[in-house]
């Protein structure tokens, strides 16, 4: 099964409630079978741009096109897409196959086609022997299956997801961040996706649209966002443990990190009012040379240990392979590679650029 290939443009959207502006000018694009996340924490105006595309909440200014169509005013069944919700939305008194042929029927598509169609996406969708139970026989992964199989029946080239996963427990996410990923692509829909979940926005997206306060914090694949973000929110939003954000000041041959009594230059020029980051995993351990921290805590993961230290009185974690023991107090020293760093202004939390110097012997 195949669907037909169509994009979205959304341009300058905004949506108001009296005085109060939900989401303020925002404009992305998704190409014809591409995965896009919509991340961003709650509150951030992504499921009401999602609530806006589908035409389930009216717009307040601009526009929304889907293959090449204006359809901001267009009511939902005019725009040829589907929906997955986070409550699943099942009728209790209907059984599997029924709540997956519910819109078929609606749309009075004839019996054998409807058959015909249920098999596939049940088969597609490990359903096939579950179709005479009711949706409170079932697991919350399986009734999220349910819920996908209803959109994907549909046929429709464009799927809307909000927030699917964020009522199953930490294992099924995984398992259906895969299965979803991989349905996708076998059918060639376009989708987008609403999560708070970072780590879902990474594995699946094929672009993210990271939003915050209602605008678009930064665009683009999740490899572009996580190797170079163009603020502090999306440096510290993207990554588990995010990003660090060491405050600098002037020195007296260049920038210092603010607050140590070893005023070793750490990036050539200003100091005062720049953000020094760099991410957990490019901290390495050195025999010696770098910096002095002191050791506060081992978080224990399995594979790795995210140890957090004291750069004089900031902290920085960084990750350690397998497991590390140590005192707290011990002595460490760190250091990093002048690529893994990033600058930040402190006001504005925009990135700046600015020549790091090596920390690694």
């Excluded at 409630?17 to 000018?25: C, E, F, I, L, S």
């Excluded at 079978?33 to 961003?40: I, K, R, T, Y």
């Excluded at 169509?69 to 008194?93: C, E, I, K, W």
Aim: with cysteine; hydrophobic share 40%.
């Amino acid at each position: 099964m195949t669907v037909r290939l169509r994009g979205i443009q959304v341009e300058s959207l905004s949506k108001s409630w009296g005085n109060t502006q939900a989401v303020k000018d925002v404009t992305f694009s998704v190409e014809s079978g591409q995965f896009l996340v919509l991340l961003g924490p709650s509150g951030c105006g992504k499921s009401t741009t999602l609530r806006m595309i589908a035409g389930l909440e009216p717009v307040s200014g601009g526009s929304i096109h889907i293959g090449g169509n204006d359809v901001t005013h267009a009511p939902p069944a005019r725009r040829g897409l589907s929906m997955v919700f986070q409550s699943y939305a099942l009728f209790p008194h209907l059984n599997v196959a029924e709540n997956i042929l519910f819109g078929l029927k609606v749309r009075k598509v004839g019996r054998a086609e409807r058959d015909e169609r249920l098999k596939r996406v049940a088969d597609m969708t490990g359903l096939s022997e579950l179709l005479a139970r009711k949706p409170a026989q079932l697991s919350g992964g399986q009734r999220q299956r349910v819920a996908l199989a209803r959109a994907i029946i549909a046929e429709h080239p464009v799927c809307l997801m909000d927030e699917p996963l964020s009522n199953l427990d930490a294992k099924l996410r995984h398992e259906m961040r895969v299965e979803i990923r991989a349905l996708q692509q076998r059918l060639g829909m376009t989708v987008i996706y609403v999560t708070h979940d970072q780590v879902e926005a990474m594995s699946m997206a094929d672009k993210v649209v990271l939003m915050r306060h209602g605008r678009i914090e930064q665009q683009g694949s999740p490899e572009e966002m996580y190797a170079r973000p163009d603020t502090v929110f999306t440096a510290t939003f993207l990554g588990t443990p995010p990003m660090n954000l060491i405050e600098l000041a002037d020195g007296a041959g260049g920038a210092v990190i603010k607050g140590m009594t070893d005023a070793s230059v750490v990036a050539a020029g200003q100091g005062d009012g720049r953000l020094l980051g760099v991410r957990p995993e490019h901290v390495v351990l050195l025999d010696e040379g770098g910096l002095t921290a002191r050791a506060e805590s081992a978080d224990y993961h399995g594979a790795d240990t995210v140890v957090t230290a004291l750069l004089g009185s900031q902290r920085i974690n960084l990750r350690v392979p397998g497991r590390f023991a140590l005192e707290q107090g011990a002595e460490l020293r760190l250091g990093w590679r002048a690529e893994d760093v990033h600058f930040f202004d402190f006001e504005s939390g925009r990135r700046c650029e600015q020549d790091a110097l090596p920390r690694v012997a």
